[in-house]
């Protein structure tokens, strides 16, 4: 749990189009428990558990485009948990 090989992890988000496959793709970059529940409360607690790493989200601009509201809605649990976890920073590139 929680092994990931370098302290920046990238997940391009410019094709991703369902919410689901977010929550699949962020849990395979940084390996979270088998127990994760692929929603915005667990992805939260989880977030908030992580030792320091630093997440960068390309095409952002993309991501909102397929996902509206709920791009809008992962992205402020991110920014929230990294509020919490001193050693979670989120980088955003449009």
Do not use: W
Request: with cysteine.
């Amino acid at each position: 749990m929680y092994k990931f090989d370098d302290s920046k992890i990238v997940i391009d988000c410019g094709n991703i189009k369902k919410q689901s496959e977010f929550h699949e793709i962020i849990a395979e970059r940084l390996d979270f428990p088998d127990y994760y529940g692929k929603n915005l409360d667990a992805l939260y607690d989880v977030l908030c558990e992580l030792p320091p790493v630093t997440l960068v989200l390309k095409r952002v601009k993309k991501f909102n485009k397929h996902l509206g509201g709920r791009a809008a809605l992962i992205l402020a649990v991110l920014g929230e948990a990294a509020e919490y976890n001193d050693g979670l920073v989120i980088e955003i590139e449009e």
